[in-house]
């Protein structure tokens, strides 16, 4: 991008299309540091090339529709809906449950977006597993397959091969707190069941296990509680299950507490260079700009955005507009959600400021969008989020753009239902 | 609710430090 001035930028619109190759990046220092890369970019382990212009369309499309469903589900966390189904969770592993939950074609939790390599068991067992700061138990598929399992790829996990599984029994205090956080779970003979139901009918049941977790060679957390799922239904891609990253007691930063005192931070990759998740706290991390983690108020990470600028200039929209109803900070969702008034107010200055393109066809929740056809580089005006405590973060055009096909561009913002819901 | 997404959180250092209650960005600490 060439600086035009402080606030107005220009980009080349073949920056803006998907990539097609993996480009090495720099990862984030540390010790404990992982290996972050977007499961629908050319640096996923089983990326798929897309033949043509339409198949990517349509897969933006996908994308902003499994988007929708994951934004129903954490209102539907935070509204503590009842969760379907509303059957006996020991039910679902019995082979006449077969057909009592079908996958629906089309759905998935939506947070398949990030995905990280870690192992389980001893020897270890590797696999890649879904990133989300939205969830809390980690779970992964496990043999022998009851029901139904998606495909994955690789091996599923298998408890018998390893030394250090062991199922977690029904009195011990990980089974109550899986029941908290799932709202499912059961009890048998062997132990434990945990059952996780993503409000679209994709799911994991199984028995809550523990045995070693293998973050890299030199950070294994013995006695880690996961789900092993031995039905397993939904999209989730070719992952090997979930790491749970939310802000429960059964999260991978609760359970890793006294080793990485809770702290952990990320680079979200874009598609073509792979980003990374670090644990434990740096020394780096005390020149970044911080704003209030709100506490009580589990099971997000919610924080408190005070305002948004468009090319320099604050929006007229009154801060009250965002904390009626909150915010949080989500990993697993792709487009910001506003509050209608401020996305509009958005909207339409971002609109002002690019009124010399001419408006395509809105994308399915994306209203904005641009025919950069008949262009090679595209200016644009920065936008920045204040956060409360002072924190601004000024967002460029890998932040501001998706880009559902290649001559279309589109803001990548979407409204909420109501201001005050 | 509103949601801060990923979309907008790409090559830009997010640190969750939950004992000390914030969240911090950094920007142009992910190469």
Redesign the interface.
């Known amino acids: 991008a060439r600086n035009i001035n402080q606030h107005i930028q220009t980009v080349s619109v073949d920056q803006l299309r998907p990539p097609r190759e993996c480009t090495a ?2 990862g ?1 220092q540390g010790k404990t540091t992982l290996k972050l890369v977007d499961r629908h970019g050319p640096c996923a382990p089983f990326h798929q090339k897309t033949g043509s212009a339409d198949d990517g369309k349509r897969d933006s499309e996908e994308l902003l529709r499994q ?1 929708q469903q994951r ?1 129903d589900w ?2 539907s966390r ?1 509204a503590s809906l009842p969760l379907s189904p509303k059957k006996n969770i020991e039910d679902l592993l019995l082979p006449e449950a077969t057909t009592q939950v079908p996958a629906q074609t089309g759905s998935s939790l939506g947070s398949g ?2 995905i990280v390599d870690v192992g389980l068991g001893t020897p270890k067992q590797a696999f890649n597993l879904v990133f989300d ?1 939205g969830s809390d138990l980690s779970w992964v598929q496990c043999d022998p397959c009851l029901i139904s399992c998606y495909q994955q790829q690789g091996p599923r996990f298998s408890p018998s091969a390893s030394s250090t599984y062991r199922n977690v029994p029904c009195s011990a205090a990980e089974c109550a707190e899986a029941k908290l956080e799932s709202g499912l779970n059961g009890c048998s003979t062997s132990g434990c069941i945990y059952g996780i139901t993503y409000g679209d009918n994709s799911l994991s049941v199984g028995f809550l296990s523990q045995d070693t977790l293998t973050i890299t060679p030199n950070d294994v957390v013995p006695g880690f509680t996961f789900g092993c799922g031995h039905r397993n239904q939904g999209l989730f891609g070719m992952t090997g299950g979930m790491f749970g ?1 939310g ?1 429960s007691k059964l999260s991978v ?1 609760s359970q890793t ?1 006294n080793k990485f ?10 598609a073509s260079v792979p ?1 990374s998740l670090a644990f434990g ?1 740096d020394s ?2 005390s ?9 009580g108020s589990q099971p997000f ?1 919610y ?1 408190t ?1 005070t305002g948004i600028s468009v090319g320099g200039q604050l929006l007229p929209v009154s801060s009250s507009i ?1 904390t009626t ?15 209608p008034t ?1 996305y509009s107010a958005l909207r339409s200055a971002f609109r002002t400021f690019m009124a010399k393109y001419p408006l395509s066809q809105p994308s399915l929740i994306l209203d904005t969008c641009y025919d950069l056809s008949n262009y090679t580089t595209v200016q644009y005006p920065l936008i920045e ?1 204040h ?1 409360q405590g002072g ?1 601004n ?4 055009f ?2 501001i753009f ?1 880009v559902p096909s290649s001559s279309q561009a589109c803001l ?1 913002f979407a409204p ?1 239902s109501s201001d005050s ?1 | 609710l509103s949601i801060f997404g990923n979309r907008q959180q790409r090559k830009i250092l997010v640190v969750h430090d939950v004992p000390n209650a914030r969240i911090g960005f950094k920007q142009g600490a992910c190469s």
């Open positions: 990046g720099k984030l988007d934004v954490i209102h935070t977006n990030f700061t990253l802000r930063p507490a005192g809770g702290v952990f931070a990320y680079c979200l990759p874009t980003g706290p780096s991390y020149s970044a700009q911080f704003t209030p983690l709100l506490t990470y924080l955005i965002f109803s909150g915010t949080i900070i989500d990993s697993g969702t792709v487009i910001t959600r506003l509050p401020a989020f956060f924190t973060v000024l967002l460029d890998y932040n998706f990548a909420t819901s």
